[in-house]
């Protein structure tokens, strides 16, 4: 069972109401550390599924306080580690459907999607280099190239911030995640059509041709594909190794689009566009309920209810356009 280390400073006389407010958690440690007259600092060390709950109580009495701050810490190693009794314990809580959940806290998401989607020296450089080495692959007909360009995953973190900001309702995140994933595309677009442009590119090999036509598979792969990216996310997971996920639904078929216009074949270069944007779609609407079924949502019932209403509009924009999409392109 992981740990997790929340450290709270805070005014020196608010410290013993930590306890009172969470008298109704559990946490396995409690400290607190006079620090000078005025600060004390508070550390409390709990399971990873009472971070959440724990972060949300703490959050609006914190914002009472003046120069009150809450970081959240990892913790490597405990001990002494549990006895076989408490073992016994966690298996009656595992039977009584109280399992811990699997999931990092929505504050650690959050904060993890929030700070890095946006557009930067190295999402520039990388969505370059990703669309270079991909078309490089795609030109050769070498899957083991293009694998290689979709390990750096430059548009992974976009598009689960578009997903992110549709279930918890978030303005501000849902436009950093629509324009860093506008700007990637265009920047791989353009470079895709530049080497298309230099390079002979043939329509017929096996890497182009199959990503010139869309089937029903292709919606299954794009649907897995964003399930995989938010759950990455959400369980703390290798990134680079489950961005390749969503990088096989959205990399290779935009640079196949910009290779085919690039080199003559506007025509197929259209489909293969159209194969990246149903991509797209399915990518955030399996993003979305994924996100739903990690139980991600804000804390307050004023909050949830506008979430509520954002996921059903996101997903109703995304399903509209997805069976717009699929009549034309399978009537």
Request: glycine residues 6%; aromatic residues 6%.
């Given at each position: 069972?992981?740990?997790?280390?929340?450290?709270?400073?805070?005014?020196?006389?608010?410290?013993?109401?930590?306890?009172?407010?969470?008298?109704?958690?559990?946490?396995?440690?409690?400290?607190?550390?006079?620090?000078?007259?005025?600060?004390?600092?508070?550390?409390i060390l709990l399971s990873n599924g009472e971070v959440e709950a724990v972060l949300d109580i703490l959050e609006p009495f914190l914002e009472t306080l003046p120069d009150s701050t809450a970081v959240l810490l990892d913790v490597?190693?405990?001990?002494?580690?549990?006895?076989?009794?408490?073992?016994?314990?966690?298996?009656?809580?595992?039977?009584?459907?109280?399992?811990?959940?699997?999931?990092?806290?929505?504050?650690?998401?959050?904060?993890?999607?929030?700070?890095?989607?946006?557009?930067?020296?190295?999402?520039?450089?990388?969505?370059?280099?990703?669309?270079?080495?991909?078309?490089?692959?795609?030109?050769?007909?070498?899957?083991?190239?293009?694998?290689?360009?979709?390990?750096?995953?430059?548009?992974?973190?976009?598009?689960?911030?578009?997903?992110?900001?549709?279930?918890?309702?978030?303005?501000?995140?849902?436009?950093?995640?629509?324009?860093?994933?506008?700007?990637?595309?265009?920047?791989?677009?353009?470079?895709?059509?530049?080497?298309?442009?230099?390079?002979?590119?043939?329509?017929?090999?096996?890497?182009?041709?199959?990503?010139?036509?869309?089937?029903?598979?292709?919606?299954l792969l794009a649907m897995a594909s964003g399930a995989a990216g938010v759950l990455a996310f959400t369980s703390g997971g290798q990134l680079s190794l489950i961005g390749v996920m969503v990088a096989v639904a959205l990399m290779?078929?935009?640079?196949?689009?910009?290779?085919?216009?690039?080199?003559?074949?506007?025509?197929?270069?259209?489909?293969?566009?159209?194969?990246?944007?149903?991509?797209?779609?399915?990518?955030?609407?399996?993003?979305?309920?994924?996100?739903?079924?990690?139980?991600?949502?804000?804390?307050?019932?004023?909050?949830?209810?506008?979430?509520?209403?954002?996921?059903?509009?996101?997903?109703?924009?995304?399903?509209?356009?997805?069976?717009?999409?699929?009549?034309?392109?399978?009537r």
């Open positions: 069972m992981s740990k997790r280390i929340i450290e709270i400073v805070l005014p020196e006389g608010k410290a013993n109401d930590i306890v009172e407010l969470l008298y109704e958690r559990e946490f396995e440690g409690f400290w607190q550390i006079p620090m000078n007259e005025q600060k004390a600092n508070v550390r490597a190693a405990a001990i002494p580690r549990k006895s076989s009794a408490n073992n016994i314990d966690d298996a009656e809580d595992i039977e009584e459907g109280k399992k811990e959940t699997e999931r990092i806290s929505r504050h650690e998401l959050y904060n993890n999607i929030s700070s890095s989607v946006g557009i930067s020296n190295t999402f520039i450089v990388m969505t370059l280099l990703s669309a270079i080495v991909a078309a490089i692959g795609l030109l050769r007909n070498d899957m083991g190239i293009i694998i290689g360009a979709m390990v750096m995953a430059p548009l992974l973190v976009p598009n689960v911030a578009v997903a992110l900001a549709s279930t918890l309702g978030d303005t501000e995140l849902a436009l950093k995640g629509l324009k860093a994933t506008g700007v990637g595309f265009t920047l791989a677009i353009i470079t895709s059509i530049i080497i298309g442009l230099i390079f002979p590119v043939d329509p017929t090999s096996t890497a182009i041709a199959a990503r010139t036509h869309i089937q029903v598979s292709d919606l290779p078929p935009l640079v196949t689009a910009g290779l085919l216009v690039g080199s003559g074949n506007p025509q197929l270069g259209i489909k293969a566009l159209e194969l990246t944007l149903t991509n797209v779609i399915c990518v955030n609407i399996a993003g979305i309920l994924t996100f739903i079924m990690q139980g991600i949502s804000p804390a307050t019932w004023w909050e949830k209810h506008k979430a509520s209403k954002a996921r059903k509009k996101a997903l109703l924009i995304w399903s509209l356009l997805l069976f717009l999409l699929a009549y034309v392109l399978f």
